[in-house]
């Protein structure tokens, strides 16, 4: 590859997916999962997808991925890798896709490595099926891959069934797999949530360390900005289904547009605050997807919200700063955001650490 | 004897719960080990208090809610809630003692069973007391209910999976405070729920101890949290004590090592605070073998021959702050303990 | 949390959450069987045992017409109502001996597996010794020690049924004991009688009564085998004990196939619908425990 | 090693229990001398009875207390010698007539487990690839009915169409015939047991290949762009094998309840048809070896079967 091709490949997009939309079909009615999401990621860029439960960032993940059912699945918009469309794929020709170009790692690492198969035969399979390696080419690679992900005594734990080794062994191993065959894009869904707080930082200072050194692109699916915030390089805030905001994540943080993201943020309890301090809410819960409200999803739940909201959707639109989209009449910082604001603070209804920040 | 120390014990007249030299082991099947759960433990509550007791899995958190509910008994040492002591009462006296203490699971839909109705749930342990007529039992849970933010009328006819993860907790909060106990045990209440409804159910918790004039023991993995509702924290690791002290001097002032990791580890949702390295490798040892001396020397940056061989007590190393650590970060190494046999 | 969102989405499409018309036609096929069971001889149907030599015809067997339905057997007896009247004892002996089976395998696997310790450890060894014989050999046994009428019969059948009843009740209990609503039960000072009975009961006999209906069929078949064999109830008419006579001679099969074939039919659509309504009930209710 | 040791403790017991329920119910619920003397036994009046009461209570120990008697017999029984039969011509040792037969017996039980095995896996495994799809639906209906069809049913409407229309299998079971036809003669009677058993064995392995497929590490697999096939074979059916082992064991109980009926219906003189025939005889030593024989067997079957499971499943290893 030239130097040219190579800086231009650093700037197309890996993955980009126009207006994808993944609805099921459920007893209810229609699930409208992943309703029209159009996320770009470049090679060796981060993103981070953050949303609550049934915000359908896993939908999202496994939508770009090609790993849904196809029964009572409706599948619309587009998901190009490399700028090839893979979305009309099957899942025959999805094979050479999965493993060698994307791979992805899950959140429960208990249920996700086979419980009956020794961990060798489980990294060293992709190696032998993907890239042909003979059974102790692809045992020398799995070891050093396990090396790589710092499983002590690798050897020997080549060796072992998954039920022999801690939480954090084990997404280890996850996480060695997903890298045997050198993939492009990994897709990371919920990588810690089922760890403790200190196997947590190792993981995702691994993950971090492993896309920085395969210059590898990260797709990081999440319910907690904390974690989002050190390790990604963008983020998209999903709700009910749809992008509400995407930014760069130091812009996201310094520049939150949306109300959502705010409350979002807001009511995460922080250390630094004292302890027995207000935290501030969300009333409500999240937006029934079979019967999302009309208007602005989060309309119901917004102590900004105006008749305009609740009678129409709001389409993305472009912030000040660039890259930096968000879809809401009255984003944060505008006049009427601001007025009501005063009429809240007035009435007492806004807790006293929302003022500072 | 070396166990944590009692250091931190408080002779105040106001204590509501003693504990003292807790012990829990499980037996594993017929192999003749055991899991040391909780190995010898003490804590105490005043009345009013918040106690928050953190840390991660296995370190025996949940267990030690668990023994002073006596479900199971623990297999050793003292409870004393309100000037009775809980390790000894019969069958009957413990089932009428449990009353005033009450707890709150992890599972909010495990919590509830799944073919009863929400308002028979939280009637339940009136109809079991007799306390009232029908219907003032009626009225005392469409009360509560309505208390805990939940609608009386809908909760007559609907089961609890006709409910929200968050309405569920909110429903064994409703239940637990039917009987108007005077402490209650949160275990991990939150830890299920989205964030924007783990603040739902924090600040209620709030208004609640103050409306009902409640004791808590918060049982949490997430010490932002635990910091939040706390006045004092106790940090467990494998089944031990490492740090009691006042939430925000916990915070501002971690004396032991191993809290400093677990405040270092959280992720902080600001892009401009700069990730910290990861102070600590590996993961807590299994408690079927704990290792000798200090539990947490395995894996300490600080860890000395003195931590592999004696086990640390709790001292105060400032007013209200205790450490069982032979070198803390502040407050000099622990004297050396000369054993008069 | 969303991951389950994902993976329970296709399956609320392949489950539906309807009984369905299946279901329902099979339980007005079982329904009518009980109907004909209990009221048989109060309907408009030709005596069981009479004779109903018809000398235009011939030697018997006849075969099946206009005024034998089903054909006659060698002694000239109707095989349309004795299949009616074999309904009786094959439904009765299945029905009394899956409801002795719960009530006392279910008692006791609910028992053992809500208080474990020594009382499950005895009662899941007799399980397991109940369990060591094959069922046909320990009925063929115990039924030819006995003097055998309707009550013996169901009775063996009954203790039959224990071992297996129990071990799923058992293990329902198991499952439902250590979740925290019972522990909640336990710290709102409820008794273990109330637990078991407000908290546990109600959680175990759902998904147990769709194993009542299957496992009244396999009742139903095990009784039709002892007839078969000719250990059954002395002297009554049964499905099994029709089978055999319509097969027990090669000549009697070859020529009269009626005799055997058409209790075979009644047997197979009333067993077929047993394990299909329960079947039914049973993927009804798990989805409901998926779902919660 | 602690495991095995375990597990064959509990069989030992177990085989122990059983011997002395059979015992026990014979002895107590049956009349061990009618059994023997026949109307004899209850004509106390004629001396000639009393003095043929006393002997044969001599001779069987009849005079001894119930558990004497047990250990008598057990001691007997696990060196081999199960008495003798009460038979007009003479009496054999039982321990011939059972030898003779045996084999038959289980050659044919195993016939119809290879048969309902080597029938199922493939029936499930396919069936579970297109889960929902309407190939699925149609042999999900087919296994239902054969579950609910008997197996004295199906034996009658084997024996009618096979046997007696189109004449293809005889009719009779010759012991005299050579190896091959003798096993082709057990062809029916296996069908006739295999035939719902496998059925039985496909709903339950399909439904658990099914679950299997859900789990994560089989999305896992996917990920890795692993064939449809390799995935079906290497991933899932492992992990799905555990109950269908479990109940491929328990179901032998089964198929030898219907080797009682094959037997019977097909006149093959195996030891099904020999209990049934026995226990018409009165015929008590050969109804207690054969019963005890029997559910030995069944015990050590589900024996192996445990020790299979440590087989596939590496957490149940110690």
């Known amino acids: 590859m030239s130097q040219t091709e190579l800086v231009r490949s650093e700037l197309e997009p890996l993955i980009e997916t126009i207006d994808v939309k993944t609805h099921f079909k459920t007893p209810r009615g229609i699930a409208r999962a992943v309703d029209g999401v159009s996320i770009t990621i470049r090679r060796g860029q981060s993103l981070g997808v953050v949303g609550e439960s049934g915000s359908g960032k896993t939908v999202l993940s496994r939508s770009i991925m090609g790993l849904l059912p196809r029964n009572g699945v409706i599948r619309e918009g587009s998901v190009r890798y490399q700028g090839q469309e893979i979305s009309n794929r099957s899942d025959k020709e999805m094979q050479s896709i999965w493993g060698r170009e994307m791979a992805m790692i899950f959140q429960d690492p208990m249920t996700s490595l086979n419980p009956v198969m020794k961990i060798g035969k489980q990294i060293t399979e992709s190696l032998r099926k993907n890239l042909s390696m003979s059974s102790s080419e692809a045992m020398a690679v799995a070891e050093r891959l396990m090396h790589d992900v710092r499983i002590p005594e690798p050897a020997r734990r080549l060796n072992q069934y998954p039920h022999e080794l801690s939480g954090g062994m084990r997404q280890r191993v996850m996480i060695a797999i997903a890298m045997a065959c050198g993939p492009n894009m990994l897709f990371a869904d919920e990588p810690t949530t089922a760890l403790d707080v200190t196997v947590q930082a190792q993981i995702l200072e691994l993950l971090s360390e492993q896309k920085r050194e395969r210059n590898m692109s990260l797709l990081l699916v999440t319910h907690n900005l904390g974690v989002v915030a050190g390790y990604t390089d963008e983020i998209a805030v999903m709700y009910g289904g749809k992008v509400v905001e995407k930014a760069p994540t130091k812009t996201l943080f310094a520049d939150t547009k949306m109300p959502y993201t705010e409350a979002l943020l807001r009511s995460i309890p922080r250390l630094d605050q004292p302890s027995h301090s207000r935290l501030s809410t969300i009333p409500g819960r999240p937006p029934d997807i079979v019967h999302p409200p009309r208007g602005c999803h989060f309309a119901p739940r917004c102590a900004y919200v105006r008749d305009l909201c609740l009678n129409e959707e709001p389409e993305l639109q472009q912030a000040a700063s660039p890259d930096h989209t968000f879809a809401c009449f009255y984003p944060v910082g505008s006049p009427e955001y601001l007025e009501r604001r005063v009429e809240l603070t007035r009435k007492g209804e806004l807790v006293a650490s929302e003022g500072s920040n | ?341 | 949390m969303s991951a389950t969102s994902v993976t329970s989405a296709p399956e609320d499409i392949i489950v539906s959450k309807k009984l369905g018309f299946g279901f329902w036609l099979c339980v007005t096929w079982v329904g009518l069987m009980a109907f004909i069971a209990i009221f048989a001889s109060a309907l408009p149907l030709k005596s069981p045992t009479a004779n109903f030599l018809d000398s235009a015809r011939g030697r018997p067997p006849y075969a099946p017409s206009w005024s034998h339905w089903f054909g006659t057997d060698k002694d000239a007896r109707d095989v349309f109502s004795r299949s009616m009247y074999g309904a009786r004892i094959s439904l009765t002996v299945g029905f009394a001996a899956i409801t002795a089976g719960f009530l006392i395998g279910g008692t006791l696997g609910v028992i053992s597996g809500y208080y474990k310790g020594w009382i499950d450890r005895i009662s899941s060894f007799g399980f397991i010794v109940l369990l060591s014989f094959p069922s046909l050999v320990l009925a063929i046994l115990l039924t030819s020690l006995i003097d055998r009428n309707l009550l013996t019969v169901s009775m063996v059948l009954g203790l039959l049924s224990i071992a297996p009843v129990g071990r799923l009740a058992r293990a329902a209990t198991l499952q439902y004991a250590d979740r925290e609503f019972v522990l909640a039960a336990r710290q709102i000072g409820a008794t273990n009688r109330r637990i078991i009975i407000k908290e546990i009961l109600p959680n175990v006999a759902i998904p147990m009564s769709s194993l009542a209906l299957l496992g009244m069929a396999v009742a139903v078949v095990a009784e039709g085998g002892l007839a078969f064999l000719g250990f059954s109830v002395q002297k009554g008419i049964t499905w099994g004990g029709l089978i055999q006579l319509g097969s027990d001679a090669s000549k009697t099969l070859q020529d009269a196939p009626w005799i055997a074939f058409f209790p075979i039919l009644m047997l197979f659509l009333t067993v077929l619908s047993l394990n299909f309504a329960g079947d039914r009930l049973r993927t009804f209710f798990d989805v409901k425990e998926t779902t919660l | 090693m602690r495991y095995y040791v375990q597990r064959v403790a509990l069989a030992i017991l177990l085989l122990l229990a059983v011997s002395m329920l059979t015992f026990g119910a014979l002895n107590i619920l049956g009349d061990p001398l009618f059994n023997i003397l026949g109307p004899v036994a209850g004509d106390v009046n004629n001396p000639d009875s009393i003095k043929m009461i006393a002997l044969a209570k001599k001779e069987f120990s009849l005079d001894r207390s119930l558990p004497v008697r047990y250990f008598i017999w057990l001691s007997d029984f696990v060196r081999g010698d199960f008495g003798v039969t009460f038979s007009s011509t003479g009496q054999p040792p039982v321990s011939g007539v059972v030898s003779e037969r045996l084999p038959r017996t289980i050659s044919l039980v195993f016939l119809a487990q290879m048969f309902a095995v080597v029938v199922s896996i493939p029936w499930a495994i396919i069936a579970a690839a297109r889960a929902g799809k309407i190939s699925d639906r149609i042999s999900t209906i087919n296994a239902f009915f054969l579950v609910a069809m008997p197996n004295f049913a199906i034996a009658v409407i084997l024996k009618f169409v096979f046997s007696l229309k189109l004449g293809w299998t005889p009719i009779t079971y010759v012991a005299d015939d050579p190896l091959r036809s003798r096993l082709f003669q057990l062809l029916l009677p296996a069908l006739t047991i295999g035939l719902p058993v496998a059925a039985v064995y496909q709903r339950l392995l399909r439904s658990d290949l099914i679950t299997t497929l859900q789990q994560d590490f089989i999305l896992l697999a996917r990920t890795k762009g692993l064939s449809k096939t390799r995935i079906l074979f290497v991933h899932a059916l492992r992990p799905s094998l555990f109950s269908f082992i479990t109940v491929v064991g328990l179901n032998t109980g089964a198929l030898i309840g219907g080797s009682i009926v094959a037997e019977t219906v097909f006149r093959i003189p195996g030891i099904g048809s020999t209990l049934v025939e026995s226990i018409f005889r009165n015929d008590f030593p050969v109804v207690l070896a054969i019963v005890m024989i029997v559910a030995s067997g069944f015990v050590v079957i589900n024996l192996l079967v445990d020790f299979a499971y440590t087989l596939i499943d590496p957490r149940v290893r110690r």
């Open chain 2, 1 to 341: 004897m070396a166990g944590t120390g009692k250091a931190h014990l408080r002779d105040d007249t106001n204590v509501l719960l003693r504990v003292e030299d807790l012990v829990v082991e499980f037996p594993i099947g017929r192999t003749g080990l055991k899991v040391n759960a909780v190995s010898g433990i003490s804590f105490d509550v005043l009345k009013g208090e918040t106690l928050g007791i953190v840390g991660e899995s296995g370190c025996g958190k949940s267990t030690t809610g668990r023994a002073i509910m006596q479900l199971p008994s623990p297999t050793s040492g003292s409870i004393v809630f309100d000037g009775t002591e809980l390790t000894t009462l019969s069958g009957e006296a413990m089932r009428e003692a449990r009353t005033k203490i009450q707890m709150i699971f992890q599972d909010p839909i495990s919590s509830l069973n799944p073919r009863r109705n929400v308002r028979d749930i939280v009637l339940e342990p009136l109809s079991i007391w007799k306390r009232g007529t029908a219907a003032e039992q009626l009225a005392a849970v469409d009360k509560i209910l309505e208390h805990v933010g939940i609608d009386p009328q809908r909760a007559a006819e609907s089961k609890p999976h006709q409910f929200s993860g968050g309405q569920c907790q909110r429903i064994s909060i409703a239940r637990s405070l039917v009987l108007n106990p005077q402490m209650i045990i949160c275990d991990e209440p939150v830890s299920a729920l989205d964030v924007s409804v783990q603040a739902q159910v924090v600040n209620l918790l709030e208004d609640l101890k103050k409306q009902f004039e409640l004791t808590l023991i918060f049982i949490a993995h997430d010490l932002a949290v635990v910091k939040n509702i706390s006045d004092r924290i106790a940090v467990m690791y494998l089944g031990k004590i490492c740090e009691v002290s006042s939430s925000d001097d916990l915070y501002r002032n971690p004396a032991h090592p191993y809290t400093d990791v677990l405040l270092s580890s959280i992720p902080v949702p600001d892009p401009t605070v700069a990730v910290k390295k990861v102070v600590v490798d590996g993961e807590p040892p299994s408690p079927v073998s704990p290792p000798a001396g200090c539990r947490f020397n395995p894996r300490c940056p600080n860890a000395s021959d003195r931590c592999r061989s004696e086990e640390p007590t709790l001292r105060e190393i400032e007013p209200a702050h205790f450490v069982a650590c032979h070198h803390p970060l502040f407050g000099g190494e622990a004297p050396v303990v000369v054993r008069s046999n």
